[in-house]
């Protein structure tokens, strides 16, 4: 077998200490060289950068958190995978961790699997940080969140009186400018469909929209739960229209729901959208501009909801403790065919 040009076969790994001697640097240097936004001057970096190139050095980027201890890794616990919104809120950690030479773990639990049960797992990674976007935190995991050696914030969710940091949009004024928006439109009897029990984005949304109506001296709308389903949508639109006084206005908590629910009007028939009932939804999925779909819904900011997420990780790089804080952002109402828009 001939040897490759460096002369080690191909168990043998090159090293940061054979760069640095082709190079005639130091072994930091070669460090700095592929460190994003080290200082080195730009005829270092070059030499370093053609050596690496000519033995076929890679750096380890494991090896090099074992000493530095910092992984350069942000751990992400996720377990609606299959809500459309999330992997927008993956693809745009991942883009904005990468432009800052971090990279991103994501972990998913397995079926019957607690979300909780990751934390361990990613920890033992040696991650600098770690973002959960459960649904519907357990006292168990916010005990381990409270307990982690590393910032941990929760993602478009928050846990009252809870020690953990958490970043959201502002849910229950969305669900208020919901309500003051069908209310000025002239609707009379809107309706919700609610997410997942316990679910805190579902909670604040309803709280919001149920006091915007309440002080319109509209009464607390009829509700359905939907679960956060495209099938929980579905049975929603068939239980609302069989009241007796049926709705001229649906918000769902979350577009996959409200996807449903437009999908469930033209099932059962007799009710026209946005001509007899309006939708709305809340998130701002790709699907919801769809021109099937034209779904009315509520803007979530994902670029500055993950800005500020990362902004509380990298506070505590110095190592000092950092007190929790929760933060909300503003999202803005988008208006579509579905509310005659």
């Known amino acids: 077998m001939t040897p490759p040009k460096n002369g080690k076969s191909k168990m043998e790994r090159t ?20 460190t994003p936004n080290a200082s080195i001057a730009k005829q270092t970096k ?30 992400l616990l996720m377990s609606e995978v299959t809500n ?20 991103i773990m994501l972990f998913t639990p397995g079926e019957d699997e607690p979300l909780e049960a990751l934390l361990p797992q990613a920890l033992g990674y040696g991650v600098e940080g770690v973002v959960i976007t459960s649904a519907r935190p ?3 995991m916010t005990a381990a969140c409270e307990s982690a050696p590393v910032p941990v914030v929760l993602f478009n969710r928050t846990v009252e009186g809870a020690a953990i940091s958490a970043v959201g949009c502002d849910n229950e004024a969305g669900g208020r400018k919901i309500a003051d ?14 997410g997942l029990a316990g679910a805190s984005t579902s909670l604040y ?5 149920t006091a915007g109506l309440t002080a319109a001296g509209l009464p607390t709308p009829p509700r359905h739960v939907g679960d956060f389903t495209f099938e929980g949508g579905l049975r929603a639109a068939e239980e609302l229209l069989d009241l007796k006084e049926q709705p001229d206005a649906i918000f769902a908590a979350n577009d996959i729901m409200a996807l449903g629910v437009l999908d469930g009007l033209r099932r059962v028939g007799g009710l026209r959208v946005p001509e007899d009932v309006w939708v709305v939804g809340f998130d701002d999925i790709a699907a919801a501009a769809w021109p099937s779909f034209s779904l ?22 110095d190592g000092a403790p950092v007190p929790p804080s929760t ?11 579905s509310t005659a828009g």
């Open 138 to 140: 357990t006292a168990e």
């Open 327 to 337: 933060v909300l952002v503003p999202g803005r109402l988008i208006e579509r065919n």
């Open 181 to 194: 928006f069908l209310v000025e439109s002239g609707r009379k009897r809107p309706a919700f469909v609610a």
């Open 296 to 317: 009315t819904t509520f803007r979530q900011p994902i670029k500055r909801m993950v800005a500020e997420t990362l902004r509380i990780l990298e506070s505590s790089d």
């Open 84 to 103: 459309p919104f999330y992997p927008a809120v993956l693809e745009t950690f991942a883009r904005a961790l990468s432009s800052r030479g971090k990279r």
């Open 46 to 75: 070059s030499r370093v950068m053609q050596a690496a190139t000519a033995l076929g050095y890679q750096p380890n980027p494991l090896a090099r958190g074992l000493i530095t201890r910092r992984s350069g890794m942000i751990a």
């Open 205 to 209: 949304r309803e709280r919001g929209f």
């Open 15 to 34: 090293t940061a200490a054979d760069v640095a001697r082709a190079a005639g640097v130091s072994i930091s240097a070669v460090s700095r060289a592929f």
